[in-house]
């Protein structure tokens, strides 16, 4: 009877904190959060001070060391154009522009938000390695014109700017950009950001 | 039925507690099973310089890795001693130098174009330590203990290039400034 006594609210209490803990840290990754701005399918945190202790959860879960928004802006994506999940056993055409940045790059993840194991050891593209469009025949680009570029998701090998998935689960699009412009800042909500296209099979 | 009732508000008060414990205290035990595990796996010490290869599918350490930048990393721990790092740097491509607290917050952050030269010399020091004198600049750590991250932007991975930028990598030194 009296082991009963201490059995029982001893159950509760350790069966009571998995549930308080588990519900927290699936309401850090379901709920979208205040300082959270949607642009088309990207999200982006407008302040990364991590004074508030739910993002400061939220980002060492999925960003552990992130930087302050005053040097990177951190774009993801986990759905495309039409709000569907993102996922590998589908491809995907990911269409974007230059970006106002002194350096930006795609990176894919994983459900887990680590990179995903492929045979040709490509993780990401950036400004520098990305294959652009090719200007319209006869024409070179203004030097005002911002040239765009085509990046091909799939688990299988494509011959253009292939970024390769893995075979299935859900993955995630990291856009980066260090030092972007201050035009960035101001229309976080809506500047052009790249469109994600499933390829229905 | 009071029994009941007890049992009920104990669980409700109990998960209550283990949600805001969790959201306050989550990034302080990630923080804390990154250190353990690498002071396990790798038998990093405390102000030992990591000197990380580009990021790929194994690098499982820490979410969200760019596989464009080489990293330097360190657990700092200024009790004792303020610590000074040196090193030199790439001279037109990204770099930059952050710090963290155990909870995670970014306290410091400066990149190549603040510092304006490609030779990196900060001293971190405790904050209540404002009598030091140093040559270089003092980062003063609100904590004893943190994490230092170096980032160094690799765009052009051919080997010759790559190469030239892990040297640079390999010139960061940190070390003891006890007077």
Redesign the interface.
């Known amino acids: 009877m009296r082991l009963k006594a201490i059995l029982?609210?001893l159950l509760?209490?350790i069966?009571?904190?998995?549930?308080?803990?588990g519900?927290?840290?699936h309401s850090?990754r379901s709920t979208k959060q205040e300082y959270t701005i949607q642009n088309a399918c990207w999200r982006v945190n407008k302040k990364?001070?991590?004074?508030d202790?739910?993002q400061?959860?939220l980002?060492?879960?999925?960003?552990?060391?992130?930087?302050?928004e005053?040097?990177v802006l951190y774009f993801v994506a986990s759905e495309d154009s039409e709000g569907r999940p993102l996922d590998a056993q589908y491809d995907y055409v990911l269409e974007g522009l230059e970006m106002d940045a002194?350096?930006w790059?795609y990176?894919l993840?994983g459900a887990?938000?680590?990179?995903?194991?492929?045979e040709a050891?490509k993780?990401?593209f950036?400004?520098?390695?990305v294959q652009y469009d090719e200007a319209p025949a006869h024409e070179e680009y203004p030097s005002n014109r911002k040239k765009t570029y085509t990046i091909q998701i799939s688990s299988t090998p494509k011959t253009h700017n292939w970024l390769p998935s893995s075979k299935e689960g859900q993955f995630h699009i990291?856009l980066?950009m260090?030092?972007p412009e201050k035009s960035v800042y101001e229309n976080l909500d809506s500047i052009s950001l790249p469109t994600i296209r499933r390829i229905e099979q | 039925m009071k029994r009941l009732a007890t049992y009920v508000l104990l669980g409700i008060a109990t998960s209550v507690l283990a949600y805001y414990l969790t959201i306050l205290y989550l990034p302080n035990a990630i923080y804390a099973g990154l250190s353990y595990r690498l002071q396990q796996s790798r038998g990093v010490a405390s102000n030992e310089l990591i000197y990380v290869d580009l990021p790929t599918d194994t690098s499982r350490n820490v979410v969200m890795p760019n596989p464009d930048f080489l990293y330097i990393a360190c657990f700092y721990d200024v009790s004792e001693c303020p610590q000074r790092i040196t090193g030199t740097m790439p001279d037109a491509t990204y770099w930059s130098l952050a710090f963290y607290q155990p909870n995670t917050v970014n306290w410091y952050i400066k990149n190549d174009r603040q510092f304006g030269t490609p030779q990196l010399d900060v001293t971190i020091s405790k904050a209540g330590d404002r009598s030091m004198e140093s040559s270089s600049e003092i980062a003063y750590s609100p904590v004893d203990k943190g994490f230092m991250l170096i980032r160094i932007l690799v765009t052009d991975n051919a080997p010759e290039r790559l190469a030239a930028y892990k040297a640079l990598q390999a010139s960061v030194r940190l070390e003891d400034v006890c007077e």
Do not use: C, W
Request: hydrophobic content about 45%.
């Open positions: 029982i609210p509760i209490v069966t009571a904190a998995f549930l308080g803990s519900y927290a840290i850090l990364m001070d991590l004074q202790s739910h400061r959860a980002v060492a879960m999925i960003g552990l060391f992130a930087l302050r005053s040097e002194r350096y790059s990176t993840y887990d938000f680590f990179l995903v194991k492929n050891n993780f990401g950036n400004m520098d390695n990291n980066r260090y030092n």
